[in-house]
């Protein structure tokens, strides 16, 4: 039976992609895991694997095609001696629900359509692999749900079905739908209703010169993601000065003792290493916003900004509490690398209840950073510059002095609350050591 191969969704964010290139051509043989194509999401380059095995018969979208939907169909995958026109019977199973909205989502909340193919006598939808794998196992397609392209069973249906009594398959089969209708957020849509539309502002601009440039999915998931944050997020800041004099001490003295490992760290490995004991001790503030409650989190995840070309990752160093200074370097090196060529997948740079941005390397003192959802804070860190101080003992001195400012969502924390933790972030900074302890 010939199957189309659908768009995937590879990242809870993702509503289109671009298909960047393809590993396969027209006629090649695959099976189950083999590498189809490069796929472009809103965040990262990643490989996009097949789930059955067959002959590619037609790719349906060309390399470097930008905006391909999710669930479009990119590919039609065929059994051997069979043609692309074979796809045909595989279509109205998609295009009936048009007519009827409420059915298609009775649909989907269950695999129960696979009911009359067993019971009518109709043909049941599987792969060849499926097929394969039931009739080696004595199962009764006919008893099994299919999660794949418009119900059909795949490999995974099957597997499932044989780890379960037969009563049970197509219950358990429910909980690994592929594509959860969820990975759409409605929020891309609020930047449309900002401002002047895209027509008027090209009219302003019409008679000066000016090179157009278009929104890559990056760009245009930061546009859609900060204006929700500015729109809906109670922003209030609290501002700190923090005196950096016996950090910088403090960590030379360690990067002499780590040279000959090659360990170097740097001012913002202190501040994460900050950032997460403080979290620790002041747990109520290391919590996000999950729209009717507030999730309080047991574990310090640390998201830290990283610019890119083109917009910023926010990687997330987990149980940053409980690594070493070091380790936290290596990690947040790691992260960043591999954020600059996209190569980060998804689950490294989501969750975490705490972000830290740090534009103190770019001459900043100061700056207000926007809350990225649904964290409950984050830290913007400027430079550390030399400034006149006032002493214990009431003496004009020079220090080296770092200004922040904590963007706190007062949803989830109140002014004394981040008052504290901000509190706990400055004396860890100033009095290292401790950090250690």
Request: charged residues 20%.
């Amino acid at each position: 039976m010939a199957i189309e191969i659908l768009m995937p969704a590879l990242s809870p964010t993702m509503e289109e992609g671009t298909l960047a290139k393809w590993l396969v051509k027209e006629g090649d043989t695959v099976s189950a895991g083999d590498l189809l194509a490069e796929i472009e999401t809103d965040k990262a380059t990643m490989e996009f694997e097949a789930v059955d095995e067959g002959i590619i018969g037609k790719l349906l979208v060309a390399e470097g095609t930008e905006g391909v939907k999710v669930n479009t169909a990119i590919a039609v995958l065929v059994d051997e001696g069979e043609t692309v026109a074979d796809a045909a019977p595989a279509a109205p199973p998609a295009a009936a629900p048009a007519a009827a909205p409420a059915a298609k989502a009775e649909t989907a909340a269950t695999p129960a359509p696979a009911a009359p193919a067993k019971t009518g006598g109709a043909r049941v939808f599987a792969s060849p692999l499926a097929r394969r794998i039931a009739a080696d196992q004595g199962l009764d397609l006919g008893q099994i749900a299919g999660t794949g392209p418009h119900g059909r069973i795949v490999k995974a249906d099957v597997l499932a079905a044989k780890a379960q009594p037969a009563a049970a398959a197509p219950s358990a089969a429910a909980p690994t739908a592929p594509r959860p209708a969820a990975a759409a957020p409605a929020a891309p849509a609020a930047p449309a209703a900002q401002g002047a539309s895209a027509d008027a502002v090209m009219q302003i601009y019409k008679d000066r010169p000016h090179e157009e440039i278009k929104l890559d999915g990056m760009r245009k998931t930061i546009a859609a993601r900060l204006t929700e944050a500015k729109q809906t997020i109670p922003h209030f800041y609290l501002r700190r000065d923090i005196k950096l004099d016996a950090l910088m001490a403090f960590r030379a003295q360690l990067n002499a003792q780590l040279a000959h490992r090659g360990v170097k760290l740097s001012v913002n490995d202190f501040i994460i290493k900050a950032a997460a004991l403080a979290l620790q001790a002041v747990p109520a503030a290391n919590a996000v916003w999950a729209g009717d409650r507030v999730l309080q989190l047991k574990p310090s995840d640390v998201a830290v900004a990283v610019a890119i070309d083109g917009g910023l990752f926010t990687p997330v160093l987990k149980d940053a509490e409980t690594k070493t200074l070091s380790a936290l370097s290596g990690e947040m090196k790691d992260l960043a690398t591999r954020a600059r060529s996209r190569k980060l997948a998804p689950h490294e740079y989501q969750g975490g209840s705490f972000a830290i941005s740090n534009l103190g390397m770019f001459g900043i003192d100061n700056f207000d950073a926007v809350i990225n959802p649904p964290h409950g804070a984050i830290l913007a860190v400027g430079a550390g510059v030399k400034k006149p101080v006032v002493g214990d003992d009431g003496q004009i001195g020079v220090a080296t002095v770092m200004s922040v400012t904590l963007s706190v969502d007062h949803r989830v924390i109140d002014g004394a609350l981040g008052a504290e933790l901000l509190q706990h972030i400055v004396d860890n900074l100033e009095n290292p050591m401790a950090m250690l302890a």
